[in-house]
DNA sequence: TTGTAAGCGTTATCAG
DNA sequence: CTGATAACGCTTACAA
């Protein structure tokens, strides 16, 4: 009887094997690679996997070929809506090469990203999209013991464990700090996330300070601040350095939810931006440009670094490429009205 | 020779057998239920996981338990900053209980959502959450048959599948409406994405409709707009009200992007809200309270919907409750200057 | 083109 | 408390 199906359950492809009278063996085929099997038992394999309500079982599939298709990705958090636009682009590519996406939170925690880069590695990803690109000593030798392929795309750093995409942050703050610069400002002030906290910090600092550098404007200790995540952080930071004694003419806010803050706080007072104070900022290329003035900001390349990881990693799993590639994308200075 | 490991990948159990000199169901208990285990075993078998640097291989653990710690999730769209709060919020509580999130997206498309939760269900998922609620019948049917808990959250729907943990979007906005006309505005347009797209949409426009029939306001079409995502499109909506023959003298922008968008028109051309119209919004507490004036909106559980849906998924998992549970997260109005 | 047999690396089960 | 053995559901490798 073949569609005397009594068992509790999901159908496993024996069962689709016996209603189409053919071997599990024909059922694989029938599923995986179609060309290799007649079209009359293809159609049948077809009949019954409808009859018997069959859902390939990948759990076992991946036990056996030693394959998968599934992706870990390691952000800082889900919730910053930066990272959003690169989960997309990644979820993006994916989906096109049916591959799945697994995602987990480091909170900004090396220690939280290792346990996370673990539980891929037990779930035996195909490969790893990390956004961070300082990991634990155990988080560095399992992904190497493991031989998986990994992209980092926080930042375009000199020592990448294996694939990097990513922009430059460096080069990208010293050339934001460069053509505040060329317009005129001269006393250009900074203010980050904490340095301690991430690479990606530390490269804008250092961006800044070359900038200096070469303009010959001399480092102001009074005028760079590092302050907390917050639309209510970029207010206060607006307001200490406007009292500080650094007298900028200038505030660079290398994140964009600062920058933020500080544009409607000058808008609260009645400042005149770039009247009183010039202000740029850093990403988040949408939002900045419809408020009143609009901000000049870098415009990054979220999605596309989120595309161009998974494809890197793709080609690698799919043995397209074995190289240790980095891949630089491009940033662009967008001039508005606050500056 | 203990550590004389000449095989190539991974370390398995047996190899970590073999050098703690016990059977592999020893290593297997060691790891997952340790008090089985005699103290001293225990201890030669954390040596040698360390000796080898043993990596469990959960696809093999979960073909032989038939059990998975594994949860899918499937959004409209990732960039989507709304979601991300919910997707932050199961992320937390899955983590805390040594679950792992795997996350498709559907491009606001059925059709996608089925395909995602197909890939699901062939990796043999723990539980499904499901931001939308309207599902294709083969969507549906795989879900009955396949027996894996779910839970919906983009709106308190009538019908689930399962279990529901939302706040209900057409008291939401039956209720903004209402605090608007308590406020003294008689012409409250209001501004949707398209009904069409989502039952949230719907929801929306039939709260808003609602409070203006218990209100004896009378529903004029000419107040009633849906538009596209997207700040620039909220702007184009305010103008459209403002010039439409309508007279609004309060908007509802039941989309907080398009409030966001209108709200900075009003500020880029000068006009006083709510001298000229009041604004309100739904959702995005942060940034329109930042706004110059402060914008008006629903304070929506976004964080809190995310951690009572793992929440209620892991107890039904775990086998510590059973019902078709709803869960009604209650929502807020903020009433700021805009009004 | 199709089938048979032997794993893949764990855990369930039952015996000691 | 520990171990032997048989699954779990599929794919690889080989044979027919």
Not at 2 to 21: E, N
Not at 31 to 38: E, F, I, Q, R
Request: with cysteine.
């Amino acid at each position: 009887m073949a569609l005397d199906d009594t068992r509790r359950g999901a159908a496993r492809m024996r069962d689709v094997a016996r209603v189409a009278q053919v071997s599990t063996m024909t059922v694989s085929r029938a599923l995986m690679d179609p060309g290799k099997v007649s079209p009359e038992v293809r159609a049948r394999v077809a009949e019954a996997v409808a009859a018997v309500g069959y859902v390939p079982n990948k759990v076992a599939g991946s036990l056996s070929s030693s394959r998968s298709k599934v992706i870990g990705l390691v952000v800082p958090s889900i919730e910053n809506s930066l990272f959003a636009s690169t989960i997309q682009g990644i979820s993006d590519v994916l989906r096109r090469h049916d591959h799945q996406l697994m995602i987990a939170d480091s909170g900004y925690s090396a220690e939280a990203e290792e346990a996370a880069i673990r539980a891929f590695l037990e779930q035996r990803v195909a490969g790893l999209i990390l956004h961070d690109t300082t990991h634990t000593p155990d988080a560095v030798s399992m992904i190497r013991r493991s031989g998986v392929p990994v992209v980092e795309n926080g930042t375009l750093t000199p020592e990448p464990l294996d694939m990097v995409v990513s922009y430059s942050n460096h080069d990208a703050s010293r050339a934001m700090t460069q053509h505040l610069a060329r317009l005129g400002y001269q006393r250009i002030a900074f203010v980050s996330l904490p340095a301690s906290a991430n690479q990606r910090s530390r490269d804008r600092q250092r961006g800044y300070k070359a900038a200096l550098e070469e303009l010959g404007h001399g480092f102001d200790p009074r005028l760079m601040l590092e302050m907390p995540p917050g639309l209510a952080s970029g207010a206060e930071a607006l307001l200490r350095l406007m009292e500080g004694g650094g007298h900028p003419d200038a505030i660079f806010f290398a994140g964009d939810v600062l920058a933020m803050g500080a544009s409607l706080e000058c808008a609260r007072r009645g400042w005149p931006v770039p009247g009183k104070v010039a202000i740029a900022a850093f990403d988040n290329f949408d939002l900045l440009g419809h408020l009143v003035p609009p901000v000049t900001t870098l415009k990054l390349p979220r999605l596309e670094i989120g595309r161009r990881s998974a494809e890197v990693l793709l080609d690698r799993i799919q043995g397209r490429s074995s190289a240790a590639i980095s891949v630089d994308l491009r940033f662009e200075i967008i001039h508005r009205g606050s500056t």
